[in-house]
């Protein structure tokens, strides 16, 4: 037996903990993974570190690893069969050519991937969507997140990223924390937020449910789904009618506070009561004491970006925190804690369709110029490209063929479980004439895709990802891969040099430090500096050992807006898209599962985590709705909205008010994704994930109800061709 350890970044939520495996090299098998200290986890870990590594074993619980490329030689309706890398590739860039050719290079769309890969991947595949095929059409799953954070905070403190990190959560005094379940979402930034408490700080939870943190909190604001703008604009109305605002910093680092201040003042505590069901009371002391603290800090996810008001909210965030002076000292600022494990870093590579890498625009012709010349291409494309939401819209809603989407490559996401109104997505997928899936599990997309390619995943592959707090830490190689896969990197290479735009490189490295000389915030952190420190957060201009990094954002109230000032900008609040109403009584909200991670092909995978949580998931009600409904907590129930209906489990709890019931997105079969709305905010296209209107309907017949689940699920398994269910699960 050859034993090594080797050190790396967990693959699941932002929070960029550090973990050690030790490895039986001969045999190729992981004995045994603990927390190792980081600079955001010290030396803990959640239990997705301490098991989520399972999937690497390729249990084929829920689905099966990818081993070989598989395309559909006869075109659509003829099976996926195996192929080689050969004929893999030179299938899909003859299809992408012959589109580009026909329908030109906007026709076609790539999605790549906050997950696995790592940063290095994610920037050839911009570099392939813009220098190869010529289009801005390159987005990833920020899109379906925290797009609304990045579009809310650059405009108005001009940097989309968290302003300050992780750790410096345990100094606040103030915790403002607005449709965030850390202890969810980011088990060990919940661990900050509950130090910060040990230390004295004061905590405030605005979330419609009871979760750990509002049961920890001093202030529990519970209010109505989707009514955050009217607490944060009332907030604001206190602050100033009382005189709490911090007058020198609106003079020197700000602009615009007068039209921001003519719309808080329509907010008075009363009037936004009536709309979130709050007191009066709450919303003055809320805001009394955010703004009675130099550390006060806001920690926001999900519930305030997953509106079609998300990027208003957001502005009306951070300019809570301009109004306060809550910028640029430690222990202090905006935290939208980023989800996936590398979704900042995905933004971070241009994976987005108006910026290229380090945030440089497409609409800046000397920033053009530069890519141009570096990517040797005459000129790159000015237009800003697709947003992966607006994709139904580009294919089942567009008559004219010559502005459709033509060919989607979508590489390392799921849309056909995590995105809005699965039925509609289906259809595009079906419509679409050419989809290409990139991944290293059968997952719900690849069904419908005409070319699967499969990629080596995280614990078997070299590279960088960026933590939640803009930090830059290494992902390192412990097992071999098994199987005829590749590199994700080395994948798109191959791809992009059969269509005639040749990309060659050694490994992940040379790619990096092709990228960091690209983007000044980046240009100083070289992998021996990221070894080094173990972890360098950005902006970090120089490849000197004297600059470190950077902390926190906004220092001294220089903010990263072109002219150095902070803008206050908020809008005047309405309600979501779709409300309840007599058909549709109730209000339905889609949350996450502690044990499970988004589409779930890589928890779904992992023993022990399996035996958290299995199928078809469940729903929360609130006992009133349940003597109503006359259902009782473990049955089998529909859930019904417009767009679909799906099985699912009561979970009977009072954690969740009257009228409101939630789910959570990891199921295949109670998948929710089947009921959620597509209503998009107008600036980030993010969707409505948090909000639309619902019925649940009781199943009288609860032992057919139960084969029926069991139906479903063979049946989505059959259709992915895993053959061996149950097979080797205690192997
Ligand atoms: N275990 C696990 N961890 C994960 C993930 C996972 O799938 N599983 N996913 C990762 C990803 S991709 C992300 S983006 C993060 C997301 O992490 P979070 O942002 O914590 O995500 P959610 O649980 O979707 O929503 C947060 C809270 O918003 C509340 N909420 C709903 N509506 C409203 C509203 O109108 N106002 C307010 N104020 N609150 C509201 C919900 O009740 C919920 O408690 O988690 C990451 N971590
Ligand atoms: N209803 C509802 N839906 C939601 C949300 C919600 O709150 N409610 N939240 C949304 C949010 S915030 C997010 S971020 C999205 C997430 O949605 P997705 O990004 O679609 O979900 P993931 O499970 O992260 O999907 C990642 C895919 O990448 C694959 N993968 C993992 N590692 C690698 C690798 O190294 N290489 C390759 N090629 N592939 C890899 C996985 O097998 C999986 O198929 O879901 C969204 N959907
Ligand atoms: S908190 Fe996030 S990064 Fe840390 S071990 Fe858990 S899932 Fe992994
Ligand atoms: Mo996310």
Not at 97 to 126: C, F, T, V
Not at 317 to 341: D, E, I, W
């Amino acid at each position: 037996m050859a034993i090594k350890e080797v050190q790396t970044t967990c693959c699941y939520c932002g929070s960029g903990c550090q973990l050690l495996f030790t490895a039986d090299t001969a045999a190729n098998k992981i004995l045994d993974v603990r927390p190792t200290w980081g600079r955001t986890n010290d030396d803990k870990a959640c239990l997705k570190g301490w098991y989520g590594w399972d999937f690497l074993n390729d249990p084929q619980i829920l689905t099966r690893r990818l081993r070989q490329p598989l395309i559909r030689r006869g075109g659509k309706g003829t099976p996926l069969a195996p192929a080689s890398w050969d004929e893999a590739v030179a299938f899909v860039a003859d299809n992408l050519k012959k589109i580009k050719d026909r329908w030109g290079p906007d026709s076609i769309m790539g999605a790549a991937s906050a997950r696995g890969p790592g940063n290095e991947p994610n920037y050839l595949m911009q570099k392939f969507m813009r220098a190869c095929v010529g289009t801005n059409n390159i987005d990833h799953c920020a899109r379906i997140c925290h797009a609304a954070s990045v579009a809310g905070s650059r405009q108005t403190i001009g940097e989309g990223a968290m302003s300050l990190s992780i750790p410096e959560i345990e100094d606040a005094e103030v915790i403002f924390n607005i449709g965030y379940n850390a202890a969810a979402s980011h088990p060990i930034v919940a661990r900050r937020i509950v130090k910060a408490k040990e230390k004295g700080a004061y905590l405030m939870c605005a979330d419609p449910r009871v979760t750990e943190t509002s049961r920890i909190s001093a202030l529990h604001l519970q209010l109505k789904g989707g009514t955050n703008l009217a607490l944060t604009n009332s907030m604001a109305h206190v602050i100033i009618a009382e005189g709490l605002e911090d007058k020198r910093f609106i003079q020197e680092h700000t602009k615009d506070f007068e039209a921001f201040k003519a719309i808080v003042e329509e907010y008075p505590p009363e009037r936004a009561a009536a709309i979130t069901g709050l007191a009066p009371n709450d919303i003055r002391l809320a805001a009394r004491r955010y703004a009675g603290s130099r550390h006060s800090v806001i920690l926001w996810g999900m519930g305030v970006t997953q509106f079609s008001q998300g990027v208003e909210v957001v502005k009306s965030l951070c300019s809570l925190a301009l109004l306060t002076g809550n910028f640029g000292r430690p222990s202090t600022g905006t935290g939208p804690v980023r989800g996936q494990n590398n979704v900042q870093g995905t933004c971070d590579m241009g994976v987005l369709p108006d910026v290229f890498p380090g945030y440089q625009s497409v609409a800046d012709p000397e920033a053009r110029a530069k890519f141009a010349k570096a990517w040797g291409v005459e000129s790159l494309p000015a237009g800003p490209g697709l947003h992966l939401t607006r994709v139904p819209e580009k294919v089942v809603h567009e008559k004219d063929p010559a502005k459709r989407i033509h060919a989607y490559w979508i590489f390392g996401e799921d849309p056909a479980q995590s995105d809005p109104d699965l039925a509609e997505l289906r259809e595009t997928l079906a419509e679409i004439d050419f989809v290409v899936c990139q991944d290293i599990f059968m997952n719900k997309t690849s069904r419908q895709a005409d070319a699967i390619l499969p990629a080596t995943a995280w614990g078997e592959h070299e590279g960088v990802y960026t933590s939640s707090d803009r930090g830059f830490q290494r992902i390192r190689k412990v097992v071999e891969p098994v199987g005829d896969v590749k590199d994700d990197w080395e994948i798109i290479c191959l791809v992009s040099t059969a269509m005639g735009y040749p990309m060659k490189y050694a490994g992940a490295e040379e790619i990096w430090n092709e990228m960091i000389d690209l983007c000044p915030k980046f240009a100083g952190a070289t992998y021996e500096k990221i070894e080094r420190q173990g972890s360098v957060q950005w902006p970090c201009w120089d490849k000197g050992p004297q600059d470190r990094g950077t902390m926190y954002l906004h220092k001294d109230g220089h903010f990263a807006t072109p002219d150095g000032f902070g803008l206050f900008r908020t809008a005047h609040y309405h309600p979501p898209v779709e409300v309840e109403n007599a058909d549709y009584p109730l209000t339905l909200c889609t949350v996450r599962e502690v044990g499970h991670y988004s589409a779930r092909t890589m928890t779904g995978n992992c023993r022990t985590l399996r035996n958290l949580e299995d199928e078809p998931g469940w729903v929360q009600i609130s006992p009133e709705d349940c003597q109503t409904l006359g259902v009782d907590d473990g049955e089998l129930v529909s859930v019904v909205s417009r767009r679909g209906r799906v099985i699912t489990r009561c979970k009977k709890t009072e954690r969740v008010k009257k009228g409101a019931v939630y789910m959570t997105y990891q199921w295949w079969v109670g998948a929710c994704n089947e009921l959620t709305i597509s209503s998009l905010d107008p600036t980030s296209r993010t969707p409505e994930y948090k909000y639309c209107a619902a019925k649940v309907e009781k199943i009288d017949d609860q032992q057919w109800a139960w084969q029926e689940v069991a139906r479903l699920y063979s049946q989505l398994r059959d259709d992915m061709g895993i053959q061996q269910i149950g097979k080797a699960v205690n192997q």
